[in-house]
């Protein structure tokens, strides 16, 4: 099992760091990077044992035949991951298509 992000995904997180910090949700950048890099961990080691779902026709932009599931950071913030599997020489691979939070999110799930 190997769980895998598109560029556009990666490049998204490494920014959360700094919005999270300039818009002020985090008192210092290094507990914002903190914050990502738990979330970072968290998806990669829990992602294939979290239940998933569908994803709504809203997320195909992001790619055909998505999953979803929740990843929950504390009680007003909820991660969404967005994501496909397939095999590869007997392997499951999790490619991470798509990153977003509830605040952004939610009305389309």
């Given amino acids: 099992m190997k769980v895998l992000a598109k560029p556009e995904v ?10 999270l910090y300039e818009k002020g949700y985090f008192g210092s950048e290094e507990f914002a990077i903190k914050y990502v890099n738990e979330l970072i961990e968290d998806i990669t080691k829990n992602l294939p044992i979290h239940i998933s779902k569908s994803a709504p026709k809203y997320f195909e932009r992001y790619g055909d035949d998505l ?19 397939y095999d590869e020489n007997n392997e499951i691979i999790y490619l991470i298509c798509h990153v977003e939070n509830n605040h952004t999110c939610a009305q389309y799930l």
């Fill in 10 to 19: 990666i490049d998204c997180l490494e920014d959360l760091t700094t919005i």
């Fill in 67 to 85: 999953q979803y599931t929740g990843f929950r950071k504390n009680k007003h913030t909820t991660w969404y991951v967005f994501f496909v599997t």
